[in-house]
């Protein structure tokens, strides 16, 4: 329940809600009746169902049957009844529990938020501190002071409840404190307490509501569970807990006896579970099991045959790369429109165009690695003599395609040394020993300039910069010496200045290597600096070919290319192959 | 007793194993120490949190302690006698002292019932609740982990919806079900139904099966249903492409790459599992007339046996303050950003 409760917390505190999440939350419908249920159940049963659960008759110890559909118990009593009737007991002390923890520990932790820094940090130790000790455990303690009972059960459960509401409260007011519209009311010399309860507590009010949610039916669990073991009701009292204490001595005579109190209880446990999820899933859209996700595209359709292929089919054997009419659509619709065009050894084709035409889901497409739901076709795409449609081989495709990412902050695995990662490729398709791709790692890292290239390899990605991780990530996919380098926007997430000396390197080692690069880039400017060929993107179509040469000289010959060249700021271009 | 030693050991030990991971002469080997620093800071508040709130129940207890103690019947001699044994006639802070000083000693009192130490108490059932809370705590994750991925590697993407559902529901329901209910549905299924195992006791190994059954199967539904979440969404991070762009076998891709991430929000949660997996023992061990300290405590409170209590409470938070160290120490080791980082659990 634990984690169910930090997870819920967890997910309120990532969005707000969304009403229309209502309809497509079945779990919380189900999961709201039954706690409903539960609710009548407690204020009808002890009304009417008090005779058969408390008079004493001569039928003691029936199996479960006709009369008596879950048994009696060893006084004649009706055990369904009982357990009907203890639902009212054990859910007004859970509800007690939770409302001790919920009053004083939103006031804790809204104290905290409004003590002076000093004391704000012993607060939130003391919270932190408490939180990690069992709060069954806590409830002992206080159980031994109080004495066993029902009030003392409780206030255990309460008061072990606190930390938990304190830290919450605390953590989720600290984030909204820090929001704009709250520093606006301080600057406007609204007074503390007034902000915290008139801007803050109402804009932290939806976690607050799934904890307490959560941690009513935690509170019910631990009383039942302290009344489980004695510590809690005592008869002639009872509530689910102590009706299965009672149920236990006789546990080989009359087993059924456990039956009913197990029942209630793993119904209010599925219930406030299931409420839990829904409420989860309400604040959360993300997590909604009905979220749109792949609808199983269909194939896409091969484009006619015989079209023209690329500018110059004489070319087309000596080609690294054939993109031959290539379509990808998701569920139906089309993202990419019979893309035609080829990359020939030592050549750079940039692919240019706003976000949405299409660039990057060709490259995607050309390295296999579509997102889910998109479906690639083409008459022809092969990488030398790889068909790229088919299942090329892993390793041929993993030395033979190197790729460089856009946003280096995000494509490395922040839980890996960079060495593990960049000499990945080399270690477990060319079955290089360890030691030989470091080696080789290096030297391509000191090629293209890293600073510590030995260093680096034991460090983690947080420690290095951006620049230094596209640098890293562009040296390691030469090292298996690639047909084809594809680059999706490698210098989109970099500031300018490293931008410039990223792609100097890029131009510098493609030279040297005379490796063959797919560019991509919404920037027409970097294009022309950079690219022999260059393909316009517009809607998932080719709509212009030209050089990078031609966009140099500021020439084009469509309408669009010429919108795009001039809406570059400035006039002055990053010559980056200078 | 194993645990308690070893427990104190990680802390100095970790940045040893830091160094030996980022080589030698290396500086990595300092968030280790920024984190066994940061770390000790913690462990010595949350000891003195642990401490004060045990030392307190006595003075706390309502009334004349001595004379709920000794019970009404007793004679002022016997209330006496035990005002003098608890040091009540003595000021506050020199009993807090006092207390501290036993403690520093391994002096945990003398039990009020049986006239022994509480140092031998504790001794004699702490190995019986170690039996159940290690097993169980290893169960919990050789179960989720493996469950969780592949449900959520099975269903990325929105593939198997059926599967995707039947695991959210089943998985969901067990966990829902508190221990010591589905201890006492086991008891009642396999042992006194179907006679596969003993109802009860610590006399056979097959006796520690369904006390660890029951501790740990719904938590492992619940840990499960994390990991699968956690899968799920590690799986559409970028990094995960770059991988899948290096046509890594799908065992590297998943247990080395996606796993190590999952591990950091799971083991962080876990931790929160664990801690309430400690506090399910203490009531499972009632279920199954299980001799350790669970129900040592238990029979404590009721017969008001307070240096008992005090003594089971403080080994119970010093298990839980190890386990949270322990899960820390792993943290460290899958995810070094949680070493240095302010990285708060739950």
Known sequence: MAVDTALLAEAALRGPAQRRAWRRSPSLLAGGAVLLLLVVVGVVAPLVLSGRAETLTGDANLAPGAGNWLGTDPFGRDILARALVATRLTLLMAAGATALSFVAGVALGAGALLAPPRVRQVLLRVFDAAVAFPSLVLALVVAAVLGAGAGSAVVAIGLAGIPGFARLTYNLAQGVATRDFVTTAHLLGVPGPRVLTRHVLPNVSGPLLVLLTSSFALSLLEISSLSFVGLGVQSPQYDWGRLLNEALPSIYTAPWLVLAPSLMLVLAGAGAMLAGDGVARLVDPRQVHGAPAAAPAPAARRPPDAVVLGEDDDAADDAVLVVDGLVVEAGGRRLVDDVSFRVRPGEVVGLVGESGSGKSTIAMAVAGLLADGLVADARTLRLRDLDLLGRPPARRLATELGIVFQDPSATFNPALRLGSQLTEVLRVHLRRPRAVARDAVVAALTEIKVTEPRRRLHQHPHELSGGMLQRASIAAALTTGPALLVADEPTTALDVTVQAEVLRQLRRLQREHGTAVLFISHDIGVVGALCDTVLVLRDGRVIDRTTGAALRAGEANHPWTAALLAARPGTRQDRATA | ?346
């Open chain 2, 1 to 346: 007793m194993t645990t308690a030693t070893a427990g104190a050991a990680p802390a100095p030990a970790a940045p040893g194993n830091g160094h030996a991971r980022a080589g030698r002469g290396s500086v990595l080997d300092l968030p280790w120490v920024r984190f066994a620093v940061r770390r000790a800071g913690g462990l010595v508040l949350a000891l003195a949190l642990l401490v004060t709130v045990t030392f307190l129940i006595v003075p706390l207890l309502p009334g004349d302690p001595a004379r709920a103690i000794a019970g009404s019947a007793a004679t002022p001699q016997a209330v006496a006698t035990i005002r003098a044994d608890l040091g009540l006639d003595r000021p506050l802070p020199q009993r807090f002292v006092e207390y501290v000083g036993g403690l520093a000693r391994g002096d945990l009192g003398t039990s009020f019932r049986y006239r022994v130490p509480v140092a031998d108490v504790v001794a004699t059932r702490l190995p019986y609740t170690v039996q159940l809370a290690v097993p169980a705590i290893v169960l919990v994750l050789a179960l989720a982990v493996p469950l969780g991925m592949a449900v959520g590697v099975l269903t990325r993407g929105g593939r198997r919806r059926r599967l995707d559902v039947a695991f959210g529901v089943v998985a969901g329901a067990v966990a829902a079900v508190p221990p010591y209910v589905l201890g006492t549905l086991l008891v009642v299924t396999l042992a006194i139904g179907l006679k596969l195992f003993p109802p009860g006791g610590a006399q056979t190994p097959a006796s520690l099966v369904l006390p660890i059954l029951a501790l740990s199967l719904g938590p492992a539904c619940a840990v499960a249903r994390v990991v699968r979440a956690e899968t799920s969404s590690v799986l559409e991070q970028e990094f995960l492409r770059t991988a899948r762009a290096r046509r890594l076998p799908a065992g590297r891709l998943y247990l080395r790459h996606a796993l190590p991430n999952l591990l950091t929000s799971v083991l962080t949660l876990t931790g929160l599992v664990l801690t309430s997996l400690l506090g399910g023992t203490v009531v499972i061990e009632n279920v199954f007339s299980y001799p350790g300290l669970g129900t040592e405590i238990v029979q404590a409170i009721v017969s008001k046996d307070y240096p008992v209590i005090q003594g089971i409470i403080l080994c119970v938070g010093v298990l839980a303050l190890l386990v949270n160290l322990l899960v820390d120490v792993v943290l460290g080791l899958v995810d070094p950003r949680t070493l240095t980082g302010g990285h708060h659990g739950g």
